[in-house]
T-cell receptor
Framework: RKEVEQDPGPFNVPEGATVAFNCTYS??????FFWYRQDCRKEPKLLMS???SGNEDGRFTAQLNRASQYISLLIRDSKLSDSATYLC???????????FGSGTKLNVKP | SQTIHQWPATLVQPVGSPLSLECTVE??????LYWYRQAAGRGLQLLFY??????ISSEVPQNLSASRPQDRQFILSSKKLLLSDSGFYLC????????????FGPGTRLTVL
């Protein structure tokens, strides 16, 4: 079983739509959780950390559900510029390694 | 502020040739350093990580090696490249003293012909 699993998509949504991605992780002792954004042929960039209490940054909201072992990312009022691949990242029982999901591709259409 | 540099940005090498990719971090001390590879259309594969000078952990047995000769320098090498070594190589750093997010360099796109 993979450490981190994501739906690869693509999610094709119109501008202004609300879209949500989920990501499941296998290690219940995982400590830290993140969402990254990766544009085509570019490096991943940190979008937001996911805290136990959830985290909101403008149009983006991240939630953690430890009981069901998943994290989610909600994007409201989608913009064309939100089109990218969103990577879920989990830092498990030690702080030296990170496990990346394979990413969920989002296409926002005009 | 911290910055991370990688070079070269792109590289085309023949099969069997050697490889040396360099990564340096500025603005922090004693970072954890990482090498990842991303094949076209695929996820990130952790190759090596280092928690200090001379300390290298290998995640995937292959014809690649890594070294950390200085605190903020991480080098990825190969003596003989294979076709399957083609990909996007990303260096990253993290600070276990903070929130421990990872930050990536701009990457090196390697094509082995």
């Amino acid at each position: 079983r993979k450490e981190v699993e994501q739906d690869p998509g693509p999610f094709n949504v119109p501008e202004g739509a609300t879209v949500a991605f989920n990501c499941t992780y296998s290690n219940s002792a995982s400590q830290s959780f993140f969402w990254y954004r990766q544009d085509c042929r570019k490096e991943p960039k940190l979008l937001m950390s996911v805290y136990s209490s959830g985290n909101e940054d403008g149009r983006f909201t991240a939630q953690l559900n430890r009981a069901s072992q998943y994290i989610s990312l909600l994007i409201r009022d989608s913009k064309l510029s939100d089109s990218a691949t969103y990577l879920c990242v989990v830092n498990p029982y030690n702080f030296n390694k990170f496990y990346f999901g394979s990413g969920t591709k989002l296409n926002v259409k005009p | 502020s911290q910055t991370i540099h990688q070079w070269p940005a792109t590289l085309v090498q023949p099969v069997g040739s050697p490889l040396s990719l360099e990564c340096t971090v500025e603005g922090t001390s004693n970072p954890n350093l990482y090498w990842y590879r991303q094949a076209a259309g695929r996820g990130l594969q952790l190759l090596f990580y280092s928690v200090g000078i001379g300390q290298i952990s290998s995640e995937v047995p292959q014809n690649l090696s890594a070294s950390r000769p200085q605190d903020r320098q991480f080098i990825l090498s190969s003596k003989k490249l294979l076709l399957s070594d083609s990909g996007f190589y990303l260096c990253a750093w993290s600070d276990v003293r903070g929130l421990n997010e990872q930050f990536f360099g701009p990457g090196t796109r390697l094509t082995v012909l």
